[in-house]
């Protein structure tokens, strides 16, 4: 296995990532590997679609960094103003239009080579030591309605009934490297249309693991190093969008996390880029009234509006207060005391 490189073969041999190589920083630009040992986050089992043999989906290759071959799909996918007609299942926690994807270190969104993809949880899965990857297309009366009621409870002035969907699941997957087969992920990209509008609803179930030993991740825990992303690439460069906890060792914890107050479930429309349940700052994610300031000057207070908008007004830290860092902002806090 060499670096990895987007649409690129694997080969026997994987070597880490080195920081020169496209080591990740959080926003703020400090590195955040993580450490210690995590219980992960559990989101509720309910949460993911029907998947697997009994519903007729079919299954990834079982290899490293591998993907499904290139699958025609019946309905155009709209993907931000691009339409699709075909789509891979990759692996390494990726569902990419145009070409596979065996990069199993996340690069920073938006990508410098243009790709268009889906990433529920990019990260270095290998399948052959532990876990599945289904995926199927559907046109199932029973699936749609489920979709169309969620998707119509989250975005409710649209009357959105779903033509089609696809489900692809990534099930008690383990990660490269990974000598505790009890450590292994689930989670679940769905994609929807009804021939006008498009969605994807990303799902998390028991999220145990952030990173493989080549990404410089710890052998036993799946913790540190350069820790998964989650989101999607449109492949235009203005529009992606990175869950909040990407890249950092937070990521852990995305099967609580939510912007429809579903812990573990993420829903987006993505023909045109709307996000319910708060605002998009950059590439960053802010629930309604959130109150925070977006640099380490703490010179402008910004406040997420009830109509999806930001807005910011001169209000530095008062006298009382120092700036600090939480999340991807900062906020004007009680400075800590000492003992």
Not at 66 to 87: D, N, V
Not at 94 to 112: E, I, R, W
């Amino acid at each position: 296995r060499g670096e990895g490189g987007r649409g690129g073969s694997s080969t026997e041999g994987k070597r880490p990532h080195g920081v020169g190589e496209g080591r990740i920083s959080d926003t703020r630009g400090t590195l955040l590997p993580a450490q210690g040992v995590s219980t992960g986050s559990q989101g509720s089992a309910n949460i993911l679609y029907p998947y697997g043999e009994s519903q007729g989906d079919k299954i990834t290759p079982v290899r490293d960094d591998g993907a499904s071959p290139e699958i025609p799909i019946s309905f155009e996918f709209g993907f931000f103003h691009k339409k699709y007609r075909s789509l891979n299942v990759n692996n390494n926690g990726v569902v990419s239009f145009g070409k596979a994807v065996s990069q199993y270190t996340p690069d920073a969104f938006p990508l410098a080579d243009g790709s268009a993809f889906v990433a529920p949880y990019w990260g270095d899965v290998n399948n052959v030591l532990g876990g599945k990857v289904y995926y199927r297309e559907s046109t199932s009366q029973d699936l749609l309605q489920k979709v169309s009621k969620d998707i119509n409870l989250y975005f409710p002035k649209m009357q959105y009934t779903a033509r089609w969907a696809f489900v692809a699941t990534w099930d008690k997957v383990a990660f490269f490297g990974s000598k505790n087969k009890d450590i292994t992920n689930t989670f679940q990209a769905v994609l929807t249309t009804d021939g006008k509008y498009s969605y994807i609803i990303l799902n998390y179930g028991n999220i145990q693991w952030t990173t493989g030993t080549a990404s410089k991740g710890n052998a036993m825990t799946g913790l540190g190093g350069i820790p998964a992303q989650a989101g999607f690439n449109s492949g235009d460069k203005t529009h992606y969008f990175n869950i909040p906890g990407s890249r950092t060792a937070k990521v852990i914890n995305i099967a609580s996390t939510s912007n429809v107050n579903v812990p573990g479930r993420w829903v987006f429309r993505v023909d045109t880029f709307t996000v319910p349940g708060g605002c998009v700052v950059g590439v960053n994610f802010a629930k309604f009234e959130e109150v925070f300031w977006k640099d380490n000057t703490c010179e402008e207070k910004c406040v997420c509006q009830a109509d999806g908008e930001h807005k910011c007004t001169p209000s530095p830290c008062s006298i009382s207060q120092v700036c600090k860092p939480s999340s991807w902002y900062f906020i004007c806090s009680a400075p800590d005391s000492c003992i």
